[in-house]
Nanobody, 119 residues
Framework: QVHLTESGGGSVQAGDSLSLSCAASGGTFSSSAWFRQAPGKVRELVAAIRWSGGDPWYGDVAKGRFTIARDLVKRTMYLQMNKLKPDDSAIYYC??????????????WGQGTQVTVSS
């Protein structure tokens, strides 16, 4: 069983940056991702990464502004978010599993961390 703990959410102004972290403990997995869900909207995949290496995958909302990374030793995944917009406000979840692009690829989920961007 993999346990995921997110941190780093908060309230910022539009244009600011924020970094999220997700620490994994226990179990095994081959990929991890950041999802987000805003009120009244479906959960969407923001970015994903394979722990074996290779290019990360970014959703359209993240391209050019967000960077996903992972630290193998610390078993921690990161999401650096720059040039934040009010539309980026959501609960951000980290997930771990065996695929990349499908929500069903991920078996383990964190509790979520709130990101609020004010205009």
């Amino acid at each position: 069983q993999v346990h995921l703990t997110e941190s780093g959410g908060g309230s910022v102004q539009a244009g600011d940056s924020l970094s999220l972290s997700c620490a994994a403990s226990g179990g095994t997995f081959s990929s991890s991702a950041w999802f987000r869900q805003a009120p009244g909207k479906v959960r969407e995949l923001v970015a994903a990464i394979r722990w074996s290496g290779g290019d990360p995958w970014y959703g359209d909302v993240a391209k050019g502004r967000f960077t996903i990374a992972r630290d193998l030793v610390k078993r921690t995944m990161y999401l650096q978010m720059n040039k934040l917009k009010p539309d980026d406000s959501a609960i951000y979840y980290c997930a771990a599993g065996w695929g990349i692009k499908l929500e069903s690829d991920y078996d383990y989920w964190g509790q979520g961390t709130q990101v609020t961007v004010s205009s």
